[in-house]
């Protein structure tokens, strides 16, 4: 049994070797000092490596980091969340850009489906279509984009800001029915990460 224990530990130390190299661990692993390698690496990999990336967040900011160190209470609400608003329709409305190819009835469902929504569901919409419950402070760069998709079912790309409204829904009530659906199941996030 011990053994097998130290082969392993031997397999392991050997694949850990550039992991030890780059977090400057030089001594020899061994099993007394397994503690400190593993402090070493985790160390490295969780603060060490992350200070370049911000380091060159921070020269990539060059006078709105300074800007941001001279006046926090002004520049505070430009780049941080700040309290809630509640979205209303006809705010939601404004960020759309809807392709001149939806049909008549398709686009009606919508802007009915946005009307009917209280401001929590124009939240869990936005959040579907955007990623964000919630307007950035300064806007979105881009116009969300409206078409359609051949199916039942909406579907969106949050990074482009497309949406797809749902085709083949014959009735407002199946259409906000499926709406509804899709928005609920994606409320906590796309399982992806």
């Known amino acids: 049994m011990e053994d097998d224990t130290t082969r392993e530990f031997c397999e392991v130390s050997g694949m ?4 030890l190299i780059a977090a400057g661990f030089t001594h020899r692993l061994t099993v007394s000092n397994k503690a400190d390698a593993v402090t070493s690496i985790l160390l490295h990999e969780i603060i060490i490596s992350r200070k370049s990336e911000i380091d060159q967040l921070a020269i990539g900011l060059g006078p709105i980091l300074d800007l941001c160190r001279r006046f926090p209470d002004i ?6 969340a700040q309290s809630p608003t509640e979205l209303t329709a006809e705010e939601f409305v404004e960020m759309l850009d809807f392709e001149s190819t939806i049909p008549v009835h398709i686009k009606g469902y919508f802007l009915r489906y946005i009307n009917d929504a209280g401001s929590s569901k124009l939240a869990k919409l936005l ?20 078409s359609t998709v051949r199916s039942s079912f909406p579907n969106v790309s949050t990074c482009a800001l497309i949406l797809e409204l749902p085709k083949q829904c014959a009735t407002y009530d199946e259409f906000a029915g499926n709406m509804d659906s899709v928005i609920e199941m994606q409320a906590t996030g796309f399982g992806i990460v």
């Open 16 to 19: 850990l070797v550039d992991n």
């Open 75 to 80: 520049m505070r609400p430009l780049l941080t």
């Open 127 to 146: 959040q579907f279509c955007s990623g964000s419950a919630e307007k950035p402070a300064m806007g979105f760069s881009d116009k969300l984009i409206v």
